[in-house]
């Protein structure tokens, strides 16, 4: 009897097999009452996840060509600054020597200017010395006192 019932049990395992090959209905009945809601679902959630990395994929995509931009558009901004630096850096020696002949003029000016208050002395002067000459000889006497008209003719 025990090889009997080890052959039967053979033979409903194999159309249980044959059935789950065979019958989609059957094997879907049979894999509700097997698996768990959660392995069940599994499915589905791989499908979701597939969807949310691709998303995800797409994104980071997106955000790797913005970087490469924003790489881009800060090397070309450093070129500009080092540009700039140089530059700044040729105002700066054109100010201080603008700045240094800019004291000189000043300096040049106020000795001219000096130069030009000497000549206008010099002319006044001289403009006003026949009346001064002429102060002066008169206030001073022909003759005095200890001193002879002889002494002048000499």
Same mark, same amino acid.
């Given at each position: 009897m025990g090889l009997v019932l080890i052959q039967a049990e053979l033979a409903v395992r194999e159309e249980f097999l044959e059935l789950l090959r065979t019958e989609p209905a059957f094997r879907e /009945?049979? %894999? %509700?009452l097997l698996l768990t809601d959660d392995l069940l679902a599994l499915p589905g959630r791989v499908v979701s996840l597939t969807e949310s990395v691709g998303q995800s994929l797409f994104l980071l995509r997106e955000i790797v060509g913005v970087v490469r931009d924003l790489a881009t558009a800060q090397q070309? &901004? /450093? #070129? +500009?600054? @080092? %540009? @700039? +630096? &140089? @530059? #700044? @850096?040729?105002l700066i020696g054109a100010q201080q020597r603008t700045e240094e002949e800019l004291r000189r003029l000043v300096i040049w000016q106020r000795g001219e200017s000096g130069r030009r208050d000497g000549e206008r002395y010099e002319r006044e002067t001289l403009r006003r010395a026949p009346a001064l000459s002429s102060t002066v000889v008169r206030a001073v006497p022909l003759t005095s006192p200890g001193c002879s008209s002889s002494s002048l003719s000499s």
């Open positions: /009945e049979a %894999r %509700r070309r &901004t /450093e #070129v +500009g600054l @080092q %540009r @700039q +630096g &140089t @530059q #700044v @850096q040729s």
